[in-house]
């Protein structure tokens, strides 16, 4: 577990031989940071990462270019979107390009 400036802790395992990373809270600019490097350091290291986006309440574009970053870094799965960062990911046609499951179960797979 990985604590940023703000205190905000990202939450990591490893599961299924996958690398986990959970995601939640709000992500902007300002909060973006304990996460990117949680998701650096994974996909460096990782040849399958999997971001657990569940606990998510807000993600702007910084989040989704952060996921569109590590997406060409390593095999990522972005698992469990809400409606709002689903929306996000509909709307600028990301959907199509990252891999999204509907929960960390299928993710895994």
């Not at 199509?96 to 797979?109: G, K, P, S, Y």
Request: proline residues 4%.
């Amino acid at each position: 577990m990985s604590h940023g400036p703000d205190g905000k802790a990202t939450v990591q395992y490893e599961q299924d031989g996958a690398w986990v990373v959970v995601a939640h809270g709000d992500y902007d600019t300002n909060t973006i940071a304990p996460l990117e490097e949680a998701l650096d350091t994974a996909a460096r290291k990782r040849s399958r990462v999997v971001v657990d986006v569940s606990g998510i309440s807000f993600a702007d574009s910084t989040f989704l270019n952060l996921l569109l970053h590590i997406h060409h870094t390593t095999s990522l799965r972005v698992a469990g979107p809400p409606r709002q960062l689903r929306h996000l990911l509909e709307i600028t046609g990301a959907d199509t390009v990252l891999d999204t499951r509907d929960n960390i179960q299928d993710a895994l797979r």
